[in-house]
């Protein structure tokens, strides 16, 4: 045969494996609409269910009249918390245990809070029945700031709460205090800052804004009252999980109810959360017998589903005269709106922001964070956060600018002075955690080459100099930043979700003529799983990715996983891939052997194929295998060639990268404009590049919006400012500056194939290099913190408020 003559490295070719820029298989689909999301989903006789919304943000509901709206044709049901009541669904847990209403229940916390849930015939009578429904409302003093929430006679929110000193995270002092969450050597780090030679005080606040999926949430439940199953297709980032709740909810036996995430048009984040139109649309099809579907509008979505951010950072950061940094300290108010429904591990009730100390050797650091009620909408795990290592990226890349202007010292200095190390991996942090594998003096010898610093700064010192001589309005930044990453939830010992533990999995069946079908417990959203997951097997088992199907996001069919978030799908289900795929392996290994008539280890494995060790020309290929293990009896060895793996990760694996960007600003216009961004990730072992470098592109546009003019905006009466696209900003091609995607490899030592998750690393790191470029660019007229997103406006007051105008 032909195949037979061609060499190791043609063969490997072929299969299209690990490192391999594979084109994405799920393009095929997508564009030529062929995808299939929930929206898409139509059954026979399929009712439709809307929401009653809340105008307001803080209200007593006195009392609410569907009579009008029942009368028009087409309105079935009018459902409110009342008949939820009964069923004990009026509430749900939150996955931050906390709860939540699902439909208001005396009162509502906030704007575009759930009131009342219309079933109809179709999306326009339900649209009817919405705006006819009379609800009588009484206003009460509304608070959107999580300072003012906490004085003393601040309006009581959570009334359910009264009286209730201990909360899901221990003790709370104040009736809108959710917890208090503390890491760290409090005591230690005081004194360092006490007797330190320079310490930097600063506020950062990272700003509340909101993941903005081209799809918005939604779900169809139908329940069969013949055979007792609940089928429920949604835009599930955690399908399991959904299973799994739903059933302990309603008393549905888990085997009786099926979720499906079919094909979801973006999740990040947004999609982790369990909505009260998930809950209204199966209590709905309980009620009528009938499939019901439940979409948001664009503007429900950007109102009331899981927003990102709303951080008060305090920090203080200490450092020698030489710039060695002593300690850090930091005092987080975190604003989680009406409900603390997060969904972070359970023993992190802020998530990993105890990533603080970053990509930083910290002797010392104690982190404390409030979680305080207000009257926004809840959520909060959400937008490529990693569970707020944003976040704590973002605070610890400000504190070291600012850092570096107390010392007078040049911010790329300061970095490469405090770096942890390359032989201090594994790196165990002050503030608990144990940092996998790093390389960062490498990256960011090669970052800041790559953009000529030593050029840019010098170009910079001219710009200044003619700025104050009146020849340009212009002025230069330069944004620097060094993240560390923390991702791969998790350990099963460290992680659960709702006492669920975050491990995850993989299922391989290599079928007869030696192709395959994989399953993971895992759900793309975008990420390109069906193409990379392939390379992974195709790379283990020698099986071309090409002909690896690859499912994901039926709970019926797929293994049981947590699901993809926190960029945990390759270091947590990639990693039971491999060992599946290797399971597989050592079983054709013992089959080859036997065809061969040779002893098990005298075969070794060879890209596609077992060959005898010192006989090259005797081998068995994968696809003769796969064939010999259906037709042939092999002796102590059973049928079939199949494997399934549940992968419980001994750590998270901790990427990092260098992004740097350089930005022009007119201070008469507050414009600006991006004139590089250059982002180098290390993601460990690479997959497949292309994948990775649209990630990066994804989320470094992500965090460009954030940074310079995205956000969710309330004003005092909890009116939400920004729930339309005119207001909230999302780039197109046309703001979305250009990015030069650079890599270093540094292997996770604990990762079967070495590699790392790379999904929120470029919004993690973007934001800060964004956000510190604004700041650079005004360094030397003596700004030194300003508060994001930095849109036109707030970059012409910082300008105005330096007194350059004039
Ligand atoms: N990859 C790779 N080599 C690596 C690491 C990752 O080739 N060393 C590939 C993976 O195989 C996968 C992709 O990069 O195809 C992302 O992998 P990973 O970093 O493991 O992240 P997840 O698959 O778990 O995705 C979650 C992450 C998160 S949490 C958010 S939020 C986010 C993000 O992914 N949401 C996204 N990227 C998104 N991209 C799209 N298009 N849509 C979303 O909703
Ligand atoms: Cu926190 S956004 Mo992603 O983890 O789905």
């Not at 009379?134 to 300072?147: K, N, Q, S």
């Not at 601040?154 to 002092?173: I, S």
């Not at 509008?297 to 951010?309: E, G, I, K, V, W």
Request: hydrophobic letters at 40%; proline letters at 5%; charged letters at 20%.
């Amino acid at each position: 045969m032909k195949d037979e003559v061609q060499s190791p490295e043609d063969r490997s070719a072929k299969l299209k494996g690990m490192g391999c820029s594979r084109k994405r298989v799920e393009d095929v689909r997508f564009t030529q609409g062929r995808g299939n999301y929930v929206d898409d989903i139509k059954l026979d006789g399929m009712l439709v269910g809307d929401f009653v919304r809340s105008p307001y943000a803080h209200a007593r509901v006195a009392s609410i009249n569907a009579e009008a709206a029942l009368a028009i044709p087409g309105v079935l049901a009018v459902i409110t918390a009342k008949d939820l009541e009964p069923l004990g669904l009026h509430w749900m847990p939150t996955l931050a245990g906390d709860k939540q209403m699902v439909l208001a229940d005396g009162k509502v916390l906030f704007q575009g809070q759930e009131v009342a849930f219309v079933v109809a015939k179709d999306r326009y009578a339900a649209a009817d029945g919405v705006a006819a429904v009379e609800v009588d409302y009484e206003e009460l003093p509304v608070v959107t700031d999580p300072f003012k929430a906490m004085e003393p006679d601040a309006p009581v929110l959570r009334e359910d709460l009264a009286g209730k000193t201990e909360g899901a995270h221990g003790p709370r002092r104040h009736h809108n205090h959710i917890f208090t969450w503390e890491v760290g050597d409090k005591d230690a780090t005081e004194k360092v800052l006490a007797e330190a030679d320079v310490v930097a005080d600063e506020m950062v606040y990272y700003h509340r804004t909101h993941p903005m999926p081209l799809e918005t949430c939604g779900a169809v439940a139908s329940m069969d009252k013949v055979t007792g199953k609940l089928t429920l297709w949604g835009t599930f980032q955690a399908p399991h999980a959904v299973r799994t709740v739903a059933s302990l909810i309603s008393g549905i036996a888990e085997h009786n109810i099926r979720v499906i995430s079919p094909d979801i048009g973006g999740g990040f984040g947004n999609k982790v959360g369990v909505y009260p139109g998930y809950i209204c649309a199966i209590v709905a099809s309980i009620v009528t017998g009938k499939p019901v579907k439940w979409v948001e509008s664009r503007m429900d979505n950007l109102m009331s589903t899981a927003f990102a951010r709303d951080y008060w950072m305090h920090g203080k950061i200490s450092a020698t005269k030489e710039g060695k940094i002593t300690g850090l300290w930091c005092h987080t108010t975190a604003d989680h709106g009406g409900f603390d429904a997060c969904a972070d591990p359970t023993k992190f009730p802020a998530g990993f922001m105890n990533i603080c100390t970053g990509s930083y050797d910290i002797p010392v650091a104690f982190l404390s964070v409030d979680g305080v009620y207000t009257n926004k909408a809840p959520g909060g795990v959400a937008y490529r956060c990693s569970f707020r290592v944003t976040e704590a990226a973002y605070f610890i890349e400000r504190m070291i600018e600012v850092l570096a202007i107390k010392l007078g010292m040049d911010a790329a200095e300061l970095r490469r002075i405090n770096f942890i190390r390359k032989d201090q991996f594994p790196y165990q942090s002050a503030l608990g955690w144990e940092y996998d594998s790093g390389d960062y003096h490498t990256a960011w010898d090669k970052a800041l080459k790559a953009v000529d610093y030593d050029g840019l700064r010098a170009e910079q010192a001219q710009r200044i100099e003619d700025f104050k001589a009146g020849k340009t309005r212009k002025l230069l930044g330069i944004g620097l930043t060094h993240f560390t990453e923390i991702v791969g939830a998790g350990p099963v010992k460290n992680c659960d979700i709702l006492g669920l533990g975050m491990f995850d999995s993989c299922e391989i069946r290599i079928h007869p003529t030696g192709s395959a079908i994989a399953r993971l417990g895992t759900i793309s959203q975008g990420q390109g799983h069906a193409t990379t997951f392939a390379q992974i097997i195709a790379s283990e088992i020698g099986i071309p990715a090409d002909d690896i199907t690859l499912e994901e996001g039926d709970t019926d069919t797929a293994p049981y996983g947590l699901g993809t978030y926190g960029s945990r799908s390759t270091p947590v289900a990639g990693a039971a891939t491999a060992m599946a795929a290797r399971k597989i392996r050592a079983k054709a290994q013992m089959i080859a052997a036997y065809l061969l008539e040779v002893h098990d280890d005298d075969v070794e494995f060879e890209v596609d194929r077992f060959v005898v060790k010192g006989a090259p020309e005797r081998f068995k290929t994968m696809k003769e295998i796969a064939f010999a293990s259906y037709n042939q009896a092999i002796p102590g060895v059973e049928p079939g060639l199949e494997a399934v793996s549940y992968y419980d990760p001994p750590n998270m694996t901790y990427p990092f990268g260098a992004y740097i960007c350089v930005m022009e600003i007119d201070v008469d216009t507050g414009e600006h404009k991006v004139r590089t961004f250059y982002a180098l990730d290390d993601c460990g072992t690479r997959i497949n590049p292309m994948i990775i470098e649209g990630q990066v592109h994804g989320g470094a546009t992500e965090g460009y919006a954030i940074a310079m003019g995205q956000e969710i905006a309330y004003d005092d009466m909890g009116n939400h400012k920004t729930a339309t696209l005119m207001d909230f900003f999302v780039p197109t091609a046309w703001e979305t500056p250009h990015y030069t995607t650079d890599h270093t490899v540094t292997p996770s030592p604990h990762h079967p194939i070495g590699a790392k998750g790379v999904g929120e690393s470029p919004n993690v790191g973007s934001v800060p290099a964004f956000s510190n470029a604004v700041h650079d660019a005004f360094r030397a007229f003596g700004l030194v913190q300003s508060h994001m997103p930095h849109d036109q406006w707030r970059i012409w007051r910082i300008a105005e408020n330096l007194g350059l105008h004039s």
